[in-house]
């Protein structure tokens, strides 16, 4: 092997275009589940459930698989806890060789009205904690999200008890429709891309 060879195997990284991550972002534990936090479990459960597929416990995070039109969908639940997610995803990011453009990270975003999906392909972190750790161990902002609004109806300095506070009866009565678009939302990004995705997605969800 020549020495260009050599330089050129070490600095390439093969990456493989017919994988997704799909890290729905939330906090591991009894006391969390079916919080507004936890929104983004709950749609990679949804997506998991909906093909039958079993979750088992890897390293850092909850993680199975997918197929959606000849793609293959990595479904993750980091249980790094949400302010360390960045090291789950870079993982498994790392470990199925899936290139940065090929994730779709799903969280919560309380600037947003309940019921509402903004897909991008960069931004800032917002002020949510779990995007500015993926921010940091990325190296950028320059990776696909999905924010998905909870609202901010609560009083002054009681942002932290709605956050990690249980759905009021309101939100349950449409919660199962706002999953069920934003799972679909993710396996149309797998299938068309992410440009078409937020044209037919980002917005308001309605009947």
Known sequence: MSWWTGIFSKSTQVFDPMKYLIAGLGNIGAEYENTRHNIGFDVVDFLANQNNASWKLDSQAYITEIKHKGRTLVLIKPTTYMNLSGKAIHF?????????????????????????????????????????????????????????????????????????GKWNADELARLKLVIEKAAAACLSFAAIGLKFTMNQYNGKITE
């Open 92 to 164: 498994w990011m790392q470990k199925h060789k899936i290139p940065k453009e090929n994730i779709m990270v799903v969280v919560d975003d309380l600037n947003l009205e309940f019921g509402s999906i903004r897909m991008r392909d960069t931004g800032s972190d917002g002020g949510h904690n779990g995007l500015k750790n993926i921010q940091q161990v990325l190296g950028g902002v320059d990776y696909p999200r999905m924010r998905i609004g909870i609202g901010n109806q609560f009083h002054k300095s009681q942002q932290v008890d709605f956050v990690l």
